[in-house]
């Protein structure tokens, strides 16, 4: 029997279908009978949920002042 | 389904390449926000520090625009970028006598047996040894404006900067920009071991802030 422990630190391999199909088996037996397992799971998922939403802009002002300079260079040559 | 998401992707890059072989600001600043931050993200996987990699990614956007007149679209747009940041991030790191090869940095990080959560929160002996010792909060209750605030997005991105640089660069690359695990382990030549434990302990990590984010509001509530 998997402890709590050897859970979370299968988890990753686990969502990624890393496996084998005992290891897998022996996961989702603990993952059935407990339900703090069962959280830390759903919280592992929605955090990659949340990851692949972050869509950042930032970009340092003089940076992209001077990228937009050479673009119009670049524009101009073209 | 991937095919779909493919086709639509292709479209959207011949778009994005006509726009900007016409000339078109709008499109080449809509392109340079939309990467900037990962790529810089990734490039202080090979230099460290951000200020040298901001400098990388300066020096990469402007290789793009020397290249893009030959650019045949054989690969994909992004795909081509983040070859010309590697190179630019490789040469610089040369430079500065500081490359440390990113397989022996990620094998370092990848070391040790870390669960990616406090050992505190388990049991550590007796009857109960490695089950949970406290609650795991559940996640369904939370308010879904909440799960998707700004500043949950701050604190999810604050996690990630302080992560060590190759956790950092194989999360970026994996669940921000979605790259398959192949991909990336070709891309920062990592083995792919080495990539599930970063991947792992880095979405550890990334739960972790997520966790605490979400614990101080409800104290606060």
């Not at chain 2, 991030?89 to 669960?115: H, I, K, M, W, Y």
């Not at chain 2, 991909?183 to 990539?195: A, H, M, P, S």
Request: charged residues 30%; hydrophobic residues 40%.
């Amino acid at each position: 029997m998997l402890t709590c422990a050897d859970v979370v630190r299968l988890i990753t391999d686990y969502t990624e279908g890393r496996l084998t199909p005992a290891e897998r088996r022996r996961f989702e037996e603990h993952i059935s009978i407990c339900p703090p397992c069962r959280s830390f799971l759903d919280q592992m998922r929605k955090t990659v949920e949340r990851l692949g939403e972050l869509r950042e802009e930032d970009v340092p002002p003089a940076m992209e002042q001077h990228l937009l300079d050479a673009f119009r260079d670049w524009s101009r040559n073209e | 389904m991937v095919g779909s998401r493919t086709v639509a992707t292709e479209r959207t890059e011949e778009h994005i390449l006509a726009k900007l072989r016409e000339g078109n600001e709008e499109a080449f600043s809509a392109l340079v926000r939309r990467h900037t931050p990962s790529m810089t993200r990734v490039a202080m996987a090979f230099v460290s520090r951000r200020a040298v990699a901001e400098e990388v990614v300066q020096e990469t956007w402007l290789n793009v625009l020397r290249g893009l007149g030959g650019f045949e679209a054989k690969s994909s747009l992004r795909t081509w970028i983040y070859a010309i940041l590697g190179n630019c991030a490789r040469r610089r790191a040369e430079q500065e006598q500081r490359f440390v090869p990113l397989t022996e940095l990620a094998a370092d990080e990848a070391s040790g047996d870390e669960l990616g959560v406090s050992r505190d929160r388990f049991f550590d002996g007796g009857r109960w040894a490695g089950m949970w010792s406290s609650a795991v909060p559940r996640w369904d209750d939370v308010p879904e404006e909440r799960l998707v605030s700004a500043e949950l997005r701050r604190a999810l991105l604050e996690a990630i900067n302080a992560l060590p640089r190759m956790q950092r660069a194989v999360i970026t690359l994996r669940d921000i920009e979605g790259w398959p695990s192949g991909e990336v382990c070709e891309y920062l030549g990592v083995t792919d071991g080495n990539q599930r434990v970063l991947l792992h302990r880095a979405r550890a990590a990334a739960r972790a802030a997520l966790e605490q984010y979400l614990d101080e509001g409800a104290e606060r509530c």
